[in-house]
C-alpha cells in the first residue's frame, strides 16, 4: 500500500479538483497564455464603424435620430459594402419620420443589412425579455443574436451560433457574416490569438460625411456599426487583462469563423488516455529513479505537454486540456518533496512573492488591511489614486482614505462595512485625496483567514471620470445643449407623467407647440451665431411666460413646446395662447441687435385631443401647420377637421403616385391661334387625370397636391418629355407648333432644369424654338438668382420663356425688369370681362402697349367669343387662347379637328 501512496493521493487530489471544477481556471488561464503566445493577423475582411467619442461629440446629440443610421447605410451602399451589421438597438419606436427614413434605407438596401435581437432580465428579474428590431425594420433586414456569455470570471470567451428565441433559430451576428450558422453546431472558443489591434476602423461620423478615403476604406467589406467610445458602457472582459467593444468583440467572433479558427476543446477521452500514460509512466519511474530525476522527468513531461498542446492549436482548431496533466504533475512533484522539503513553507514563501509582484503591478490600487484594519500593502496604483506614499499609509488606518463627510456618495463608508460585503462585492464611496479632494472611488472588497488572522483586501479605482462623462452623455440625451430645456425625448416622458396625473384628477393638459415664422431668414441674413443667440432668448422669454407647473421643450431647430395643466392657464387655452404670442412683440435682444420675431402657435389638449403624449404632439403639431398656413403670427386650436384634411391629402396623395405608376394622366392641349387670321401657332399641354372610377379629374383638384408632394418632379418630368415627343411628331408631320408647358416649382428647386430640358429636347428631337416654358410668380419667390441663371441657360438653348398669369401676383412689373423673359401672357380674369368692366379694359390695354414697348410677344388666355377676340386684336394683341378656339381636349381629337384642316379656324 505505501508503494502506491504517492498515486492514490494523485487520484484523490484529481478527484477533489474535478468534483470542484478547480481545474477550469487554469485550464482558462493556459488557454491564455497560449493566445498571448501565438499571434494571427485579422483578415482585414470585416470593418468596425465605431460610434466613438469623437463622433458623438460631432454631432452633439445622444441618442442619435435614426435618420442618421439611415444616412449611413446609404452612405455605405455608395462604398459597395457587402453586409452591414448593426449592434444597435431598435426594439422601440422613435420619431416616426425619422423610422420611416429608417425602413426606407433598409428596403433599399436590399437585405444586406443585419439588425440585433437579444435577450435581458425583465424588471422582475425572473424572466427574459426578448429585444427585437421593429416589425418595419425587420421586414427588410436580417435577424442576428448578439448575446454573449460570461464566464464565471468575468470574462467573455465562447461564441454561440445561434440561440433559440420563441422556439425560433436565431444566428448569431458573427455566424451571419460569416455565412455559417447551422444550428445544432455548439459555441465555440473565440481564437483571441487574432489580434484586434489589426481589426480596421473607422469612426462613425466619417462615414456619415461621406468622406472619400474612409468609403474606400469599405470598398467591398463587410461592416459591424457599434458603440466603441466609453461612456456608452458597450464592454466586455476577455482573456489576458483586454476589454473589447461589442462591435470589436462581435468582429473578433467573425474573423475566428472566417478563419476556421472556431477552437473547440479536444474530447475527456483525451484527457483521461493522456493521465493514464502519465500514471503508468510515474508507477515505472518511481523506485527506479531519484526524488530529483524524477522531478526533472516530471518537467520536461509538463513542457512536452504543453509544447504539443501549442503545436495542436497553431495547426488545427483544437484546444487541448492540459489542466489535469499539470495538475497531476504537481501532485507528483509535491509528493516527491514531501520527505524533502517543508513544502507548506515553501508554498507560503511562494504564494508571498507572487503576490507582492501582482499587487506592485497592477495599474488599480490595491490596499490590504490586517485585522484591526491597519493597512499592511500599499501599491503604487495607491499612490496615484490617493497621493500618499506607502510609507505614510502602512500601519495606518483604512478609513483615513474615506471621506465619511462625501456628497457623491449614497451614504458614508467605512472599513468596517467591508465585513458584511460577500466576496466580490463591489460597491461605491467617497475617498479623499492627500491634498483633501473628494472623489467617487469603486471597490472591490474580499476577506480571508490568514496565518496573522482574518485580513481584507481592496480594489480600489477612481472613477470621477467616467462618473463626469455618465452624466454629459446623460445630460446630452435628456436636454437641448443649445438652450438648456429639456429636449423632445425629455418632454415625451414628462408629458407622459402630466397626461397620469390629469387622468387620476379629472384635469386637462395643454401641449402647445410654437413655429418661429421666417427663422430661416435670420440664420441666412444674420448668420447661424446670430440664430441660436436668438433661439437662447426665445427660450428664455417662453420659460418667463408660463406657469410654475408648465415646462418647454426644444423640440428642433426652430420650434419649442409648452406642456402646461389647464388648471394653472387661469382663462382659456385660446387667450393663452394669444399671451404667449403677444409677448413677442417686444424685440428680442441677439447679441447687440434687437430683432423682432413673430411665432406661430398649434394647440391640443388631453384628453379630448389625444389620451398620449404621441397624439397630442402629432396634433399639436397638425395645428401648428395649419396656423402657419392660414394664421401666420396666430395661433390654431387642434380639431378633428384638420386631421380629416391631412389624411385626405395623404390619400390624394397615394392616389396619385399609383396614377403615376399605372399611367393614368394624360395631356390634353388647347390651340393657340393668331387673332388677325385665325391661324394656328402653337397649342398649351394641360396635364388630365383619367382616374378609373370618377372619370377626368379636374387639376384644380389634384395640381396644388402633386406640385407640393415627392413626385411633383415625376410629374412634371413626364409633362415636359410627353408634350416635346408629341411637339416632335406634329413637327415632323409637317405641321411646325409652339408647344406651351407649365413649369413646377419643384423643378426650379432642382437646379438642373436647363440640363433636363436640353436632354428632353435631345432626346425628342423637338426643335429648341417650337418649345414654350410658362412659368409663374410663385415659381420665382424663393431664389430670384438661382430662377435667373436657370433662365439665361434655358434662353441660350433656343427655348422661349413666358411669364404666366401675368398681372394677379404682387411683383409681376419688377420681375419684368429682372427676368429674360420672351412674352407674356394676360389672365383669364381680366380678359372675360374685357367688354364689360372698363377697369380690365384699361389693364390689358396698358400691359400690351407695356409689352410692345419691352419688346415681348403677348398671348390673352380665356378668350370665349368673338367679341372679345375682335376687341383684343384691334387693342394690338396678336395671340390668343380660349373656348372661343377650342377647349383643351386630347391629342387624338386635336390633331383630328386642327392639323387635318387647313392652318386658319374659324370661329363664331
Known amino acids: 500500500m505505501k508503494r502506491y501512496r504517492s498515486h492514490i493521493f494523485v487520484m484523490i487530489a484529481l478527484a477533489i479538483v474535478l468534483a470542484g471544477g478547480w481545474h477550469s481556471s487554469l485550464r482558462n488561464a493556459l488557454a491564455d497564455l497560449r493566445f498571448a503566445w501565438q499571434s494571427r493577423q485579422v483578415s482585414g475582411n470585416i470593418v468596425v464603424i465605431a460610434i466613438d467619442a469623437s463622433s458623438i461629440d460631432r454631432i452633439g446629440v445622444w441618442p442619435w435620430p435614426r435618420v442618421l443610421h439611415a444616412e449611413l447605410i446609404r452612405q455605405l451602399q455608395k462604398a459597395d459594402v457587402q453586409d452591414i451589421a448593426l449592434d444597435v438597438d431598435f426594439s422601440t419606436p422613435s420619431d416616426a419620420s425619422s423610422d420611416r427614413n429608417f425602413a426606407e434605407a433598409l428596403q433599399n438596401a436590399g437585405g444586406s443589412v443585419v439588425l440585433p435581437s437579444f435577450q435581458q432580465p425583465r424588471t422582475d428579474r425572473t424572466t427574459l425579455h426578448i429585444n427585437r428590431p421593429l416589425q418595419q425594420f425587420a421586414e427588410h433586414s436580417w435577424p442576428a443574436v448578439v448575446n454573449v456569455e460570461v ?183 509535491a509528493a516527491t518533496g514531501l520527505d524533502e522539503i517543508d513544502i507548506r513553507d515553501l508554498l507560503g514563501r511562494v504564494a508571498e512573492s507572487r503576490f507582492q509582484r501582482v499587487a506592485m503591478s497592477l495599474g488599480d490600487g490595491l490596499i490590504c488591511t490586517d485585522s484591526n484594519y491597519l493597512i499592511t500593502v500599499w501599491n503604487p496604483g495607491a499612490t496615484a489614486i490617493f497621493g500618499y506614499l506607502p510609507e505614510e499609509m502602512i500601519g495606518r488606518s483604512f478609513d483615513k482614505i474615506c471621506a465619511r463627510d462625501g456628497t457623491t456618495a449614497t451614504s458614508p463608508f467605512s472599513i468596517s462595512d467591508a465585513a458584511r460585503l460577500a466576496a466580490g462585492s463591489v460597491i461605491e464611496f467617497d475617498g479623499r485625496r492627500s491634498n483633501g479632494e473628494v472623489f467617487p472611488v469603486e471597490a472591490s472588497f474580499s476577506g480571508w483567514q490568514g496565518t496573522d488572522g482574518f485580513q481584507f483586501g481592496a480594489i480600489l479605482r477612481d472613477i470621477s471620470v467616467r462618473k463626469r462623462e455618465a452624466a454629459r452623455i446623460k445630460y446630452l440625451a435628456e436636454y437641448d445643449t443649445l438652450t438648456g430645456l429639456i429636449n423632445r425625448n425629455t418632454l415625451h416622458g414628462e408629458l407622459e407623467a402630466k397626461i397620469s396625473a390629469a387622468e387620476a384628477n379629472g384635469h386637462k393638459v395643454a401641449l402647445l407647440v410654437i413655429g418661429i415664422d421666417g427663422f430661416q431668414q435670420i440664420n441666412d441674413m444674420l448668420g447661424h451665431t446670430c440664430g441660436d443667440l436668438v433661439l437662447r432668448a426665445i427660450s428664455q422669454r417662453l420659460t418667463a411666460a408660463i406657469p410654475p407647473a408648465g415646462q418647454v421643450a426644444r423640440l428642433s431647430g426652430d420650434e419649442f413646446a409648452i406642456a402646461v395643466p389647464t388648471s394653472d392657464i387661469g382663462e382659456s387655452l385660446g387667450r393663452f395662447a394669444e399671451q404667449i404670442g403677444d409677448g413677442f412683440d417686444t424685440p428680442l435682444l441677439a447679441g447687440n441687435r434687437h430683432l423682432r420675431v413673430k411665432v406661430s402657435i398649434g394647440a391640443a389638449v388631453f384628453p379630448g385631443d389625444g389620451r398620449t403624449a404621441d397624439e397630442l404632439l402629432s396634433n399639436a403639431h397638425l395645428a401648428l401647420s395649419r396656423a402657419k398656413a392660414t394664421n401666420r403670427g396666430g395661433y390654431v386650436l387642434f380639431e378633428d377637421s384638420i386631421r380629416r384634411e391631412l389624411e385626405k391629402r ?115 428631337g423637338l426643335s429648341p424654338t417650337s418649345l414654350e416654358l410658362e412659368v409663374t410668380e410663385d415659381i420665382l419667390l424663393h431664389d430670384e438668382q438661382g430662377a435667373l441663371n436657370t433662365f439665361l441657360e434655358i434662353q ?39 367688354l364689360t368692366n372698363p377697369d380690365d379694359a384699361a389693364i390689358v390695354s396698358s400691359t400690351i402697349g407695356l409689352s410692345k414697348q419691352l419688346g415681348l410677344s403677348v398671348i390673352a388666355e380665356g378668350i370665349e367669343d368673338r367679341s372679345t377676340a375682335d376687341l383684343l386684336a384691334r387693342m394690338g394683341c396678336e395671340e390668343g387662347q380660349g373656348y372661343c378656339f377650342g377647349r383643351p381636349m386630347p391629342a387624338t381629337e386635336f390633331e383630328a379637328k386642327f392639323l387635318a384642316a387647313p392652318t386658319a379656324v374659324e370661329v363664331a
Not at 465555440?188 to 476604406?217: C, E, N
Request: hydrophobic share 50%.
Open 650 to 764: 395623404l390619400t390624394l396623395e397615394a392616389e396619385l403616385a399609383l396614377a403615376a405608376e399605372r399611367n393614368e394622366f394624360e395631356l390634353f392641349y388647347q390651340p393657340q391661334l393668331h387673332l388677325a387670321d385665325g391661324r394656328l401657332i402653337g397649342a398649351e399641354a394641360l396635364i388630365r387625370w383619367r382616374h378609373p372610377e370618377r372619370g377626368l379629374v379636374s387639376p384644380g383638384e389634384f395640381m396644388p397636391v402633386v406640385n407640393t408632394s415627392p413626385i411633383s418632379d415625376r410629374i412634371a418630368e413626364w409633362v415636359l418629355q410627353t408634350a416635346c415627343a408629341k411637339g416632335a411628331a406634329w413637327e415632323r408631320a409637317g405641321h411646325k407648333l409652339r408647344i406651351g408647358v407649365n413649369l413646377s416649382p419643384s423643378q426650379m428647386v432642382s437646379g438642373d432644369l436647363a440640363i433636363s430640358v436640353a436632354q428632353v429636347l435631345a432626346n425628342t
Open 796 to 834: 441660350e438653348l433656343g427655348v422661349r420663356l413666358v411669364f404666366d398669369d401675368f398681372g394677379t401676383g404682387f411683383a409681376s412689373l419688377s420681375y419684368l425688369k429682372k427676368f429674360p423673359l420672351d412674352g407674356l401672357k394676360i389672365d383669364r380674369s381680366f380678359v372675360l370681362g374685357l
Open 151 to 333: 464566464g464565471r470570471d468575468g470574462l467573455v470567451r465562447h461564441y454561440p451560433f445561434g440561440e433559440k428565441l420563441d422556439g425560433k433559430f436565431v444566428p448569431s451576428m458573427a455566424a451571419v457574416l460569416a455565412g455559417q450558422y447551422a444550428e445544432k453546431r455548439t459555441p465555440f472558443l473565440i481564437d483571441f490569438s487574432i489580434r484586434t489591434a489589426g481589426i480596421p476602423k473607422v469612426s462613425f461620423a466619417d462615414v456619415l460625411r461621406g468622406d472619400p478615403a474612409t468609403l474606400q476604406k469599405l470598398q467591398s467589406k463587410k461592416v459591424i456599426v457599434g458603440g466603441t467610445a466609453l461612456e456608452l458602457g458597450d464592454r466586455f472582459s476577455v482573456p489576458n487583462g483586454v476589454i473589447l467593444s461589442g462591435p470589436v468583440l462581435q468582429t473578433l467572433a467573425a474573423e475566428s469563423l472566417l478563419q476556421n479558427r472556431a477552437l473547440q476543446w479536444t474530447s475527456g477521452v483525451v484527457t483521461a488516455t493522456g493521465l493514464a500514460l502519465l500514471a503508468l509512466l510515474m508507477l515505472f519511474s518511481w523506485r527506479r529513479l531519484s526524488a530529483g530525476t524524477r522531478v526533472a522527468l516530471l518537467a520536461a513531461t509538463a513542457i512536452a505537454i504543453e509544447a504539443g498542446a501549442f503545436a495542436l492549436q497553431a495547426v488545427f482548431p483544437l484546444m487541448l486540456d492540459t489542466s489535469l496533466f499539470h495538475i497531476a504533475i504537481i501532485v507528483y512533484i
